[in-house]
């Protein structure tokens, strides 16, 4: 089955720092990889997502690129503010056979005035 | 706030004890899903259900089960608890019947096992 893996563990940056956390996926059948960001009691919610048939997507300040031939996706967070401290989790999917969104093990982002 | 409940918020009981978890999608969402927190593993997708039928089973217990109501409202029941069901469980919705489209998560259930 699928499986996400996800790095850093934690990053530290200063606000107005850029930040990028990258995600690998193993099923080449995923199609659908969503970026959730879950901040401190909270659940998750969904931030940005891109679908295999664009290589990349922007909303202000968060971008995600997805590399298909080495199956790996990444965030990017400019101008950072301390707002954006909060638990990212990556995920991927497909639409096809058994379905289930595999996230992985998230990424504890801080953001220092 | 997303638009789903879930309740209860925290809920504390012993080895051995059977609870219920309850969770009201955003209204017009037929699907809902069950996904486990814990500390060492992250989200881990439990189970889906899309208007009262169960769609997808994963790394779900034998001894949690689950169901989704005619008014579409969801339960999750867990027995013979042990300390390591101690977890975090999520309920989210969406509109879609499958696995590629936005989820929307509650806050969450918080279940100790003591």
């Known amino acids: 089955g699928e499986n996400v893996e996800q790095h850093p563990s934690t990053l530290s940056v200063q606000e107005g720092d850029s930040a990028v956390i990258k995600c690998t996926y193993s099923?080449?059948?995923?199609?659908?990889f969503p970026w959730y960001k879950q901040e401190l009691g909270k659940g998750p919610q969904l931030i940005i997502d891109?679908?295999?048939?664009?290589g990349e997507k922007k909303d202000q300040r968060i971008a995600v690129t997805l590399n298909k031939t080495a199956k790996h996706f990444s965030l990017h967070i400019t101008e950072t503010q301390p707002e954006d401290s909060a638990v990212y989790f990556c995920?991927?999917?497909?639409?096809?056979?058994?379905?289930?969104?595999?996230f992985g093990t998230g990424t504890r982002l801080l953001v220092s005035p | 706030d997303s638009g789903v409940t879930q309740t209860p918020k925290h809920l504390i009981t012993a080895t051995g004890q059977r609870v219920t978890l309850r969770c009201s999608p955003r209204s017009g969402d037929l699907s809902v899903y069950w996904y486990q927190q814990s500390l060492d593993q992250g989200l881990q997708f439990l189970i889906h259900y899309y208007n009262g039928e169960e769609r997808a089973k994963g790394n779900i217990l034998e001894r949690f089960s689950a169901q989704q109501f005619p008014d579409l409202h969801s339960e999750l029941n867990l027995s013979s608890l042990e300390l390591g069901d101690s977890a975090l469980y999520f309920c989210?919705?969406?509109?879609?019947?499958?696995?590629?489209?936005?989820?929307?998560f509650g806050e969450g259930s918080r279940l100790t096992v003591l």
């Open positions: 989210a919705s969406s509109v879609v019947d499958t696995h590629t489209g936005e989820l929307f």
């Open positions: 891109i679908r295999s048939n664009v």
């Open positions: 995920a991927a999917s497909k639409k096809t056979g058994f379905q289930k969104l595999v």
């Open positions: 099923d080449s059948a995923s199609n659908y």
